[in-house]
């Protein structure tokens, strides 16, 4: 099994796939040549399958950080005798457009090591194991590299040294000196196409400071918010966008499968799929951190993604692969461990064929908060959008799964009904830009009675809060979006009481939110939810109470790891993060709830 921390790992991407790099220098997850595509190395899941791995032979302490404004990791090891700085960047093309980061990725993967003092020896092992563990290819010795062979992929390891080859594993053991470098890059491709070449030193060197330059033209162009923890904001901002897969507009919700949310526990899937919901909110985090330059291209993939629902009358699926693949069925890999023995390890995710009536609300409020975005649409996405405005107000009476994807049952669920009223009230005030004036009288008498019914139906009187499902006194904290969303002012009475019931009901001793403690059909329990506690600051914020926002986000902030990079969960007694990583949801909650901070302190000193 792998028991590293999950928060010892970071996170590099071309805007096309992602790898995760330990803090001892290896690479212990990569899928090429897209988010979803199969791993290479998946040590991260289990000991046996696969990792690249450059280290000093000798003991020695590490630091690392991202290289100002990139994604590009830069760790330093120091020994007894000398310093390493180990740099790993997915690759990035020489002609970058900041507005289109990794148009031109060429599917590679570079490390570049440099001596900077004194000696030491280091140690290189490789060893790809495609197809999540399962192939363990040939290796075949060439002039400048390695060639991996075995599967559906082709793989060359540009190398200077010509490493011992065993069982699939490559070693190698070189002494450096202070001024020598060392550069390595892993280029892969399909066997459909033409087989990779060896780069030599200076074409890696060059993908490396390509690489480099294309982030940090994006980052110059997205830094305007200036608000508190502006780091950490603009750190989010770019992770956001790592998550992002140029090809289409698409936006993964973590790039793992399988880290748990509960120890040694099956609540393991696998988050490597554009969800409409975490898409939708993605952009509008991104509105505030970076720029939404991508809006447009994401509406327009959605539409065509979602072309024969639309087309159909059926309801919109709640999620797809990133090139708009509709079925996601999921399956279990046996062979592997898990991360600290959590089985099963699952590719797929049968989540695709839930109903989950709120993401008409938020492909609606997105279109709204990026409505300047949005000139120029074609007819075939006004009519997307107009067609989601009229699936929530058709449907809005019905059950679903709700946000969370329970499997316990569909039922009434609040949160589902609020975002079908945002879905309404957006569509209203789009109705020009969507050419659909004559449908706003039928869309605002809709409006109003989802409003009437969430108001009486969705209150426990026991809890005196909003529940999570109508005639329930089960708290949830999704109902925390109400102020978010502009449904209730978070000074109002009723909302007053949902925040102090769910920071007083809803938390952990750290403080930290769950999204709910009633039974959802799965078995074990789960950590805190790191977004549920972001939208508890946001709320707080909204309501006034900056001094207790500021102390709930940076509980939360706190989780993040050394590199500004946050799971989706927190263990309730160890505050180690749990889930896939990174995760999309709670650097759009951190983001969200830095900005309503800054609002709400700017607000009381004007």
């Given at each position: 099994m792998s028991d590293k921390p999950?928060?010892?790992?970071?996170?590099?991407?071309?805007?096309?796939?992602?790898?995760?790099?330990?803090?001892?220098?290896?690479?212990?997850?990569?899928?090429?040549?897209?988010?979803?595509?199969?791993?290479?190395?998946?040590?991260?899941?289990?000991?046996?399958?696969?990792?690249?791995?450059?280290?000093?032979?000798?003991?020695?302490?590490?630091?690392?950080?991202?290289?100002?404004?990139?994604?590009?990791?830069?760790?330093?090891?120091?020994?007894?005798?000398?310093?390493?700085?180990?740099?790993?960047?997915?690759?990035?093309?020489?002609?970058?457009?900041?507005?289109?980061?990794?148009?031109?990725?060429?599917?590679?993967?570079?490390?570049?090591?440099e001596c900077t003092k004194g000696e030491t020896e280091v140690e290189m092992e490789y060893a790809p194991r495609p197809?999540?563990?399962?192939?363990?290819?040939?290796?075949?010795?060439?002039?400048?590299?390695?060639?991996?062979?075995?599967?559906?992929?082709?793989?060359?390891?540009?190398?200077?040294?010509?490493?011992?080859?065993?069982?699939?594993?490559?070693?190698?053991?070189?002494?450096?000196?202070?001024?020598?470098?060392?550069?390595?890059?892993?280029?892969?491709?399909?066997?459909?196409?033409?087989?990779?070449?060896?780069?030599?030193?200076?074409?890696?060197?060059?993908?490396?400071?390509w690489t480099v330059r294309g982030w940090r033209g994006w980052s110059e162009l997205h830094r305007q918010y200036d608000g508190p923890w502006r780091d950490l904001v603009l750190q989010s901002g770019r992770v956001l966008q790592a998550l992002t897969y140029e090809p289409t507009g698409a936006i993964v919700a973590a790039p793992t499968t399988s880290l748990p949310e509960t120890i040694g526990g099956g609540r393991n899937w696998d988050y490597r799929y554009a969800w409409v919901r975490d898409a939708s909110f993605t952009l509008e985090a991104l509105r505030i951190a970076a720029c939404p330059d991508e809006a447009h291209h994401f509406f327009e993939w959605m539409a065509g993604a979602s072309a024969a629902e639309v087309h159909m009358?059926?309801?919109?699926?709640?999620?797809?692969?990133?090139?708009?693949?509709?079925?996601?069925?999921?399956?279990?890999?046996?062979?592997?461990?898990?991360?600290?023995?959590?089985?099963?390890?699952?590719?797929?995710?049968?989540?695709?064929?839930?109903?989950?009536?709120?993401?008409?609300?938020?492909?609606?409020?997105?279109?709204?908060?990026?409505?300047?975005?949005?000139?120029?649409?074609?007819?075939?996405?006004?009519?997307?959008?107009?067609?989601?405005?009229?699936?929530?107000?058709?449907?809005?009476?019905?059950?679903?799964?709700?946000?969370?994807?329970?499997?316990?049952?569909?039922?009434?669920?609040?949160?589902?009904?609020?975002?079908?009223?945002?879905?309404?009230?957006?569509?209203?005030?789009?109705?020009?830009?969507?050419?659909?004036?004559?449908?706003?009288?039928?869309?605002?008498?809709?409006?109003?009675?989802?409003?009437?019914?969430?108001?009486?139906?969705g209150w426990s009187d026991e809890r005196q809060a909003f529940a999570q499902c109508f005639s329930s006194n089960e708290l949830d904290a999704s109902v925390l979006m109400m102020p978010i969303v502009g449904f209730l002012d978070a000074a109002d009475p009723r909302m007053r009481s949902t925040i102090d019931a769910i920071e007083r009901d809803l938390t952990d001793g750290r403080g930290l939110v769950y999204r709910y403690r009633a039974d959802d059909g799965l078995e074990g329990e789960e950590g805190t939810f790191l977004l549920c506690t972001f939208w508890l600051a946001q709320a707080l914020a909204m309501a006034g109470e900056t001094r207790r926002a500021r102390e709930v986000f940076e509980r939360a902030a706190a989780h993040a790891n050394d590199l500004g990079l946050l799971s989706e969960e927190v263990h309730p007694n160890t505050g180690e993060l749990l889930g896939n990583f990174p995760q999309a949801f709670s650097h759009i909650g951190l983001i969200n709830a830095a900005s309503a901070i800054s609002q709400a302190e700017n607000s009381s000193r004007s």
């Open positions: 999950i928060a010892d790992h970071a996170l590099l991407s071309d805007c096309h796939s992602a790898a995760l790099v330990s803090r001892d220098g290896s690479i212990e997850w990569l899928c090429f040549p897209r988010f979803d595509s199969p791993a290479i190395f998946a040590r991260l899941l289990d000991e046996n399958a696969g990792h690249w791995s450059i280290r000093p032979a000798e003991e020695y302490k590490t630091s690392r950080r991202y290289l100002e404004g990139t994604m590009v990791l830069e760790t330093t090891f120091e020994t007894g005798t000398g310093t390493l700085v180990l740099q790993d960047a997915m690759a990035l093309g020489d002609r970058e457009q900041r507005h289109e980061l990794g148009a031109g990725a060429p599917g590679i993967l570079v490390r570049r090591i197809e999540y563990g399962l192939i363990h290819p040939y290796l075949r010795p060439e002039e400048g590299g390695l060639r991996a062979r075995g599967g559906a992929a082709v793989l060359m390891l540009s190398t200077p040294g010509l490493p011992d080859v065993e069982d699939s594993t490559a070693r190698d053991k070189f002494e450096m000196h202070a001024g020598e470098s060392r550069c390595f890059a892993l280029h892969h491709r399909s066997t459909e196409e033409d087989p990779p070449n060896v780069c030599d030193l200076q074409e890696c060197n060059d993908w490396m400071d009358g059926r309801e919109l699926q709640i999620m797809f692969g990133v090139g708009g693949e509709h079925d996601l069925s999921e399956r279990k890999l046996g062979h592997l461990s898990g991360w600290r023995d959590s089985r099963p390890v699952r590719i797929g995710n049968a989540a695709w064929e839930q109903r989950q009536l709120d993401i008409y609300g938020e492909l609606l409020g997105s279109a709204d908060v990026l409505s300047d975005q949005l000139e120029g649409l074609d007819d075939s996405t006004r009519h997307f959008l107009a067609d989601a405005a009229e699936m929530a107000a058709s449907r809005w009476t019905e059950k679903d799964e709700g946000i969370w994807e329970v499997r316990g049952g569909a039922a009434d669920f609040v949160y589902s009904k609020l975002m079908c009223w945002v879905a309404l009230d957006r569509a209203i005030g789009l109705a020009d830009e969507l050419q659909q004036p004559h449908r706003v009288e039928a869309w605002t008498k809709t409006r109003d009675e989802i409003r009437e019914a969430i108001l009486e139906e």
